[in-house]
């Protein structure tokens, strides 16, 4: 689940960011909203799925311990390290997002 809700804050992030464009076009390209969404349809969404899939691999990969009430758990920590490829993802990614 920490997994997952790591992908969907991405995304979600995205989204905030992509209702801040303008939708005016410039000279004769594209408005800088279209062409975020372009963007986040042929290459954020493919590439999006495979920090998915080896963090999938990840987590079943690192043992599972029992949880602990009162503090952050293992499961937390688990999720959040077989995350760490989408957080790497996003490093490589960032600069080529259009303005």
Do not use: C, K, N
Request: charged share 10%.
């Amino acid at each position: 689940m920490v997994l997952l809700g790591w992908h969907l804050l991405v995304v979600a992030a995205y989204i905030v960011v992509l209702s801040q464009q303008s939708h005016e076009r410039v000279d004769h390209d594209e408005s800088p909203w279209v062409e975020m969404v372009i963007f986040g349809l042929t290459v954020g969404a493919p590439l999006l799925l495979v920090p998915l899939i080896t963090g999938l691999i990840l987590l079943w990969l690192f043992p599972s311990f029992p949880s602990r009430s009162g503090r952050i758990g293992w499961p937390v920590i688990r999720g959040t390290l077989a995350a760490a490829p989408l957080f790497l993802m996003l490093v490589w990614v960032i600069p080529a997002v259009p303005h």
